[in-house]
C-alpha cells in the first residue's frame, strides 16, 4: 500500500469513527431521556354520563387541572388519569369497579361521587387495598365504623357530613319565614334518605319552625302530583328535598305550575348550575346548601383554570383539586405502589386551597366541613356565604 491510499485509508476509518460515535451518543441519550420520565395512572369515579353528568364533569375537570399544573411543576412526571364513569348509580358502579380494582397500575381514586355508587364500590376497592378520597359522598354511615357502609380503611373525604349539612339546610330553607310549616321529602337513595332524617332533626332546633309532612318517592319519579297534593293539604310553605338536581327541576316546574308559592329547598345534590338551567324560571329563588367553585377561593385561580380548561370550575370543584393534589404528592414523594399510597392518605397533613388543613381521622373523616347557602337568582346559583 503506498503512502497515498494509507492516508485515504486513515481519513476512512476517521470518518466512520466520527459517525459511530455520533450514533452511540444517540443512542445512549435517547433511552436515559426516555427513562427520566415516569408514567403513573391514577381514576376518577364519577357520573359522566346520565342525568347527574354535569356534578361528573366539574369533579373530573377539577381533577384533570390539578394534573396540569403538577406535570409543569415536575417535567419528569406524567400522570394518566383514568375515567371511571358509574352515573351516579349503585348498580351501575358495581359492575365498573371490578375492572379498576383488577388495574393494577391505578394507584389511587378520586372519589367515588356519589354515596351509592361508594357503597357499591367499596367491596371491589377494600380487596386490593385502593385509597378512595371522594369530594362529595357526604353519607355518615361511610365514615362509621359500627355501619355496614364503613368505607375504612380506605375511604377519605374531603367534605362535610350530612349530620352537618341536615341541620344547616334546615336553618337555611327557613331564614326570615316567620312560621315555618315544613315538607321534607327524598328520593329514596343513600344519600337522600339519610340526609332527610338529619333535616328533621335539625328543624327541632330551629325556632318557630314545625316539620308539618314528608313524602319519599323514587327517583326516576316523573308525575310529583301525589306529593304536591300532600304539600298544598298541609299548608306547607317551607318545601325541602334531599335528592338531586334533575328530579328537583322537574318537580319544581309542576310545584309552580299548581299555584304553591312555598320555598323551594335542597342539599348539595341540588346544588349544581344544571338545575336553574334546567328548571327555568321555576327555579328561582330556590335555595340550596353546597360548596363552591374555585371562584369563591380564588379569582387568578378560576382565571387560570378558564384558560387552561376552556369551562369555568363548577360544584366540588376545590375538593376534587385538594383530592388529586393528595395523591398527586404522594406519586412525587415516592409513593408508587397501593399499599404505600394508601399509608401516605392516611398520614396526610397538609392545606387545602381554601386554607383548611387537611388532616383525616382514623374514619377517614376531615376536621372541617362548612355548608354554604345558595340562592337561585336570574337563572343562577348565587352562593349568599357560610350558613352558621
Same mark, same amino acid.
Given at each position: %500500500?503506498?503512502?497515498?491510499? *494509507? %492516508?485515504?485509508?486513515?481519513?476512512?476509518?476517521?470518518?466512520?469513527?466520527?459517525?459511530?460515535?455520533?450514533?452511540?451518543?444517540?443512542?445512549?441519550?435517547?433511552?436515559? @431521556?426516555?427513562?427520566?420520565?415516569?408514567?403513573?395512572?391514577?381514576?376518577?369515579?364519577?357520573?359522566? #354520563?346520565?342525568?347527574?353528568?354535569?356534578?361528573?364533569?366539574?369533579?373530573? &375537570?377539577?381533577?384533570?387541572?390539578?394534573?396540569?399544573?403538577?406535570?409543569? /411543576?415536575?417535567?419528569?412526571? /406524567?400522570?394518566?388519569?383514568?375515567?371511571?364513569?358509574? *352515573?351516579?348509580?349503585?348498580?351501575?358502579?358495581?359492575? +365498573?369497579?371490578?375492572?379498576?380494582?383488577?388495574?393494577?397500575?391505578?394507584?389511587?381514586?378520586?372519589?367515588?361521587?356519589?354515596?351509592?355508587?361508594?357503597?357499591?364500590? =367499596?367491596?371491589?376497592? /377494600?380487596?386490593?387495598?385502593?385509597?378512595?378520597?371522594?369530594?362529595?359522598?357526604?353519607? +355518615?354511615?361511610?365514615?362509621?365504623?359500627? @355501619?355496614?357502609?364503613?368505607?375504612?380503611?380506605?375511604?377519605?373525604?374531603?367534605?362535610?357530613?350530612?349530620? =352537618? *349539612?341536615?341541620?344547616? =339546610?334546615?336553618?337555611?330553607? $327557613?331564614?326570615?319565614? #316567620?312560621?315555618?310549616?315544613?315538607?321534607?321529602?327524598?328520593?329514596? @337513595?343513600?344519600?337522600?334518605?339519610?340526609?332527610?332524617?338529619?333535616?328533621?332533626?335539625?328543624? /327541632?332546633?330551629?325556632?318557630?319552625?314545625?316539620?308539618?309532612?314528608?313524602?319519599?318517592?323514587?327517583? $326516576?319519579?316523573?308525575?310529583?302530583?301525589?306529593?304536591?297534593?300532600?304539600?298544598?293539604? =298541609?299548608?306547607?310553605?317551607? +318545601?325541602?328535598?334531599?335528592?338531586?338536581?334533575?328530579?328537583?327541576?322537574?318537580?319544581?316546574? *309542576?310545584?309552580?305550575?299548581?299555584?304553591?308559592?312555598?320555598?323551594?329547598?335542597?342539599?348539595?345534590?341540588?346544588? &349544581?348550575?344544571?338545575?336553574?338551567?334546567?328548571?327555568?324560571?321555576? !327555579?328561582?329563588?330556590?335555595?340550596?346548601?353546597?360548596?363552591?367553585?374555585? !371562584?369563591?377561593?380564588?379569582?387568578? %385561580?378560576?382565571?387560570?383554570?378558564?384558560?387552561?380548561?376552556?369551562?369555568?370550575?363548577?360544584?366540588? @370543584?376545590?375538593?376534587?383539586?385538594?383530592?388529586?393534589?393528595?395523591?398527586?404528592?404522594?406519586?412525587?414523594?415516592?409513593?408508587?405502589?397501593?399499599?404505600?399510597?394508601?399509608?401516605?392518605?392516611?398520614?396526610?397533613?397538609?392545606?387545602?386551597?381554601?386554607?383548611?388543613?387537611?388532616?383525616?381521622?382514623? &374514619?377517614?373523616?376531615?376536621?372541617?366541613?362548612?355548608?354554604?347557602?345558595?340562592? $337561585?337568582?336570574?337563572?343562577?346559583?348565587?352562593? $349568599?356565604?357560610?350558613?352558621?
Amino acid at each position: %500500500m503506498n503512502e497515498r491510499q *494509507q %492516508m485515504k485509508k486513515q481519513r476512512l476509518i476517521s470518518v466512520a469513527a466520527v459517525i459511530a460515535l455520533a450514533a452511540g451518543s444517540a443512542v445512549a441519550v435517547a433511552p436515559a @431521556s426516555n427513562a427520566a420520565v415516569k408514567t403513573y395512572t391514577i381514576g376518577y369515579q364519577g357520573p359522566l #354520563s346520565g342525568g347527574e353528568a354535569s356534578t361528573g364533569t366539574d369533579e373530573q &375537570n377539577a381533577v384533570k387541572y390539578a394534573i396540569k399544573l403538577f406535570e409543569a /411543576k415536575n417535567k419528569n412526571i /406524567k400522570i394518566k388519569l383514568v375515567s371511571i364513569d358509574d *352515573q351516579g348509580d349503585p348498580a351501575v358502579a358495581g359492575t +365498573v369497579a371490578p375492572g379498576i380494582a383488577a388495574n393494577k397500575n391505578v394507584l389511587g381514586i378520586v372519589g367515588p361521587a356519589y354515596s351509592g355508587a361508594t357503597i357499591a364500590s =367499596l367491596p371491589f376497592y /377494600k380487596s386490593v387495598g385502593m385509597a378512595l378520597i371522594s369530594p362529595s359522598a357526604t353519607r +355518615v354511615s361511610l365514615t362509621d365504623p359500627t @355501619s355496614d357502609d364503613f368505607g375504612g380503611p380506605i375511604f377519605h373525604r374531603v367534605v362535610g357530613k350530612d349530620d =352537618l *349539612q341536615g341541620p344547616a =339546610l334546615a336553618k337555611y330553607a $327557613t331564614a326570615g319565614v #316567620s312560621g315555618a310549616k315544613v315538607f321534607v321529602f327524598d328520593d329514596q @337513595s343513600a344519600y337522600a334518605v339519610p340526609l332527610r332524617g338529619f333535616v328533621e332533626a335539625g328543624l /327541632k332546633k330551629v325556632a318557630g319552625a314545625t316539620l308539618v309532612g314528608g313524602d319519599s318517592v323514587p327517583n $326516576t319519579t316523573t308525575d310529583f302530583a301525589p306529593t304536591i297534593a300532600k304539600i298544598k293539604s =298541609l299548608g306547607a310553605n317551607v +318545601v325541602i328535598y334531599t335528592g338531586y338536581y334533575s328530579q328537583a327541576a322537574v318537580f319544581i316546574k *309542576q310545584l309552580r305550575d299548581s299555584g304553591s308559592k312555598a320555598i323551594f329547598a335542597g342539599g348539595d345534590g341540588v346544588f &349544581n348550575q344544571e338545575f336553574p338551567k334546567l328548571a327555568g324560571a321555576a !327555579a328561582e329563588g330556590s335555595r340550596v346548601t353546597g360548596v363552591g367553585g374555585l !371562584a369563591g377561593v380564588d379569582q387568578k %385561580m378560576e382565571a387560570d383554570f378558564v384558560k387552561k380548561m376552556g369551562v369555568s370550575s363548577g360544584v366540588y @370543584s376545590v375538593e376534587s383539586f385538594d383530592a388529586a393534589n393528595i395523591l398527586l404528592s404522594g406519586i412525587k414523594a415516592g409513593k408508587t405502589t397501593r399499599a404505600k399510597m394508601l399509608a401516605w392518605v392516611k398520614a396526610y397533613n397538609g392545606k387545602s386551597i381554601s386554607g383548611n388543613t387537611i388532616k383525616f381521622d382514623k &374514619n377517614g373523616d376531615i376536621s372541617y366541613g362548612l355548608f354554604a347557602g345558595f340562592t $337561585t337568582k336570574n337563572g343562577v346559583l348565587v352562593n $349568599t356565604g357560610i350558613i352558621k
